[in-house]
C-alpha cells in the first residue's frame, strides 16, 4: 500500500473507531446507571445512524455559500465583483472517489466568478496525490484567473518520509503541478486586479500562518510590498487565527479569505467542535471595518461532514 492511501486508511481506521465505538461506548456507560440498558442502547444507536450519514452521504453534499463585503475602499468598477472560494478540498482523500471532483469543477464554473481563489490545503501528505486531478481543476475558469496559497498540509510534512529532501521534492512538485493546472500560486506576494478605467485592487497570498503545531512560514509584510494605504486588499491566508495576530487593527486588509478549520467537519445549528479551538472558525465576522470570511472547506483526510 503506497504511503498516500496507508494514510488515509489509518486516519479513517481511528476516526472511525472514535466515532463508531468510543463515543458511543462512553454514553452508553454513562446513561446505562441513569436509566438502564434498553434505554441506553438508543443513545450509541442514534450516534451510529447520524455517523453512517457522515459518512456515506454528508461528505457528497456541496453547498455554496454567499456572503456579501461593503467597503468604503472598494472602486465603483469593481462593484458587485465576484469572488468564489475554494478551501481544503485534500484531494488525496478522492483517490477512490474521482466523480465528486468532476462535480465540484461543475459547481465552481456553474457561478460564474469573475475570480476564483483556494486557501490551501489542495493535498493531504503528497503532491503525487493532485497528478490523476490535474485534467478536471484544470478546467476551473474565471476571467480574473485562479490563484491559491500554501495551507499546512501542502508542505508535505505529515507523511512517513518527513527528510528535508522529501519534503522539498513535495513542495517543488506541488508548486509545479499548480502552475500546469493553470493556478497562480502566490507565495508571501501580491498581484494588481485593474478594470479598463485605472481602477483596481489587490490581492495578497501568505504562506501559512499558524502557531504550532502548525508551520508558520508567512510574511505578510513582504506580501504587501508595494501596496499603497487606501487601496482595497483581499488577503488569502489559511488560518483563520491570523486575522486577530496580525491583520485586524494592524492594516488596512478590508478582507481576509481563510479555511483550515472545517468547522470541525461537524456541525449542528451553532455548535461546532471547531469553536473550542477557534475564535472565527466558520462563516462571516465584521469587526472595525474588515471582514473575515472562514471557508468550512470541501474534503478532509477522512470523508465525513456532517451539517458542515
Not at 462512553?26 to 459518512?55: E, H, K, T
Request: glycine letters at 10%.
Amino acid at each position: 500500500m503506497n504511503v498516500k492511501l496507508r494514510h488515509n486508511t489509518m486516519m479513517r481506521l481511528i476516526f472511525g473507531s472514535i466515532l463508531f465505538i468510543g463515543i458511543p461506548g462512553l454514553l452508553f456507560l454513562a446513561a446505562w446507571p441513569i436509566v438502564g440498558w434498553r434505554w441506553a442502547l438508543a443513545m450509541p444507536a442514534l450516534i451510529w445512524s447520524v455517523v453512517i450519514y457522515g459518512f456515506f452521504f454528508g461528505w457528497r453534499h456541496i453547498v455554496v455559500r454567499a456572503a456579501t463585503c461593503r467597503s468604503g475602499l472598494l472602486p465603483p468598477a469593481f462593484e458587485g465583483y465576484r469572488v468564489l472560494q475554494l478551501s481544503d478540498i485534500h484531494i488525496g482523500t478522492f483517490l477512490r472517489n474521482r466523480g465528486f471532483i468532476d462535480k465540484l469543477v461543475d459547481v465552481v464554473n456553474a457561478q460564474h466568478p469573475d475570480l476564483v481563489v483556494f486557501t490551501g490545503d489542495l493535498v493531504n501528505v503528497s503532491a503525487d496525490e493532485l497528478i490523476p486531478f490535474q485534467h478536471a481543476l484544470r478546467q476551473i475558469h474565471a476571467p480574473d484567473g485562479v490563484f491559491s496559497i500554501m495551507g499546512n498540509h501542502d508542505y508535505c510534512e505529515y507523511g512517513t518520509d518527513k527528510s528535508l529532501r522529501n519534503v522539498a521534492r513535495n513542495r517543488h512538485v506541488l508548486q509545479y503541478l499548480e502552475e500546469k493546472m493553470g493556478w497562480q500560486l502566490l507565495l508571501n506576494e501580491n498581484v494588481t486586479i485593474a478594470r479598463g478605467d485605472g481602477e483596481a485592487i489587490a490581492l495578497i497570498g501568505v504562506e501559512n500562518s499558524s502557531r504550532p503545531p502548525f508551520p508558520d512560514y508567512g510574511d505578510l509584510p513582504r506580501a504587501m510590498t508595494g501596496l499603497p494605504g487606501g487601496m482595497f486588499k483581499i488577503l488569502l491566508s489559511h488560518d483563520p487565527s491570523h486575522w486577530r495576530r496580525e491583520v485586524l487593527g494592524k492594516t488596512d486588509i478590508a478582507l481576509t479569505l481563510s479555511g483550515h478549520t472545517h468547522a470541525g467537519q461537524l456541525r449542528i445549528g451553532k455548535f461546532s467542535p471547531a469553536r473550542w479551538a477557534y475564535n472565527e472558525w466558520g462563516g462571516k465576522y465584521i469587526e472595525n471595518g474588515a471582514m473575515l470570511h472562514v471557508s468550512l472547506g470541501v474534503g478532509g483526510t477522512v470523508p465525513f461532514r456532517l451539517g458542515a
